[in-house]
C-alpha cells in the first residue's frame, strides 16, 4: 500500500523551530519529486516547498523562502521540513505529498499539525 | 507572485450539473489539476492535466480549459459531491513552484 506518514508537528513558541519528518512506504522514493503542503485552521491548501528526486531543484513558497528548508533521505524513504523562525501565521495542518506528472499530487499523508502561539 | 482565482462557492440541486472555474494567467502555457477535500480528509485529485480523468474518480467529474481559464464540471451531482474543490497549477516564471487556488465549496441543496 503506498503511504506517507507524517510527524514532528505541535505546539511550539513563536521565534522557536520545529523539524517535520515524513515516511514513505509502497512505491520508490527515489523515483519521485516531494512536496509540503499546508492548510491553515478552516483555510485553503498552500503550498509550503518541493524537492526533486535527487534534490537537485528546490522551490519554496515566498511566505516562508529563508526560514523553512526542505530535504530529503533517500536511503531513508524520508522527507523533511525544518521550520525555524516560526510565525503564528505558519500555525497549519502539515501535508507531505508525492509528486505526479511533475506538476501535481497524486498521494497524501494525513497531516500533522503545527501550532505557533505563546 | 503567481495566482489562481476561484469563486469561494457553487451551490446545485442534487442531479444538476456543477461548474468550478479556476482563472490564471500562466494557464494556457501550463496544466491545472482539480482536488476534492472532504471535512477531516486530505485531499484527492480527481482531473489531471486540465481534462483527464484518474482511475476509480467517477466518469461525472470532467474538465475542460479555454484561454486563461479551466474549468471542473461535475455531471449529474450527487450528495456525497459536497465537499472543497482546490485547482492548482505550476508557477512558469522557472521557478520550482506550484499554486493553488483560493478552493471553492460546492453545496448540494
Known amino acids: 500500500e503506498v503511504q506517507l506518514v507524517e510527524s514532528g508537528g505541535g505546539l511550539v513558541q513563536p521565534g522557536r523551530s520545529l523539524r517535520l519528518s515524513c515516511a514513505a512506504s509502497g512505491f520508490t522514493f527515489d523515483d519521485y519529486a516531494m512536496h509540503w503542503v499546508r492548510q491553515a485552521p478552516g483555510k485553503g491548501l498552500e503550498w509550503v516547498s518541493g524537492i526533486s528526486w535527487n534534490s537537485g531543484s528546490i522551490g519554496y513558497a515566498d511566505s516562508v523562502k529563508g526560514r523553512f528548508t526542505i530535504s530529503r533521505d533517500n536511503a531513508k524513504n524520508s522527507l523533511y521540513l525544518q521550520m525555524n523562525s516560526l510565525r503564528a501565521e505558519d500555525t497549519a495542518l502539515y501535508y507531505c505529498a508525492k509528486d505526479v506528472l511533475g506538476d501535481a499530487f497524486d498521494i497524501w499523508g494525513q497531516g500533522t499539525m503545527v501550532t505557533v502561539s505563546s | 507572485s503567481y495566482e489562481l482565482t476561484q469563486p469561494p462557492s457553487v451551490s446545485v440541486s442534487p442531479g444538476q450539473t456543477a461548474r468550478i472555474t479556476c482563472s490564471g494567467d500562466a494557464l494556457p502555457k501550463q496544466y491545472a489539476y482539480w482536488y476534492q477535500q472532504k471535512p477531516g480528509q486530505a485531499p484527492v485529485l480527481v482531473i489531471y492535466?486540465?481534462?483527464e480523468r484518474p482511475s476509480g474518480i467517477p466518469e461525472r467529474f470532467s474538465g475542460s480549459s479555454s484561454g486563461t481559464t479551466v474549468t471542473l464540471t461535475i455531471s449529474g451531482v450527487q450528495a456525497e459531491d459536497e465537499a472543497d474543490y482546490y485547482c492548482?497549477?505550476?508557477?512558469?516564471?522557472?521557478?520550482?513552484?506550484?499554486?493553488f487556488g483560493g478552493g471553492t465549496k460546492l453545496t448540494v441543496l
Open positions: 492535466k486540465d481534462s
Open positions: 492548482q497549477s505550476a508557477d512558469s516564471s522557472g521557478t520550482y513552484r506550484r499554486v
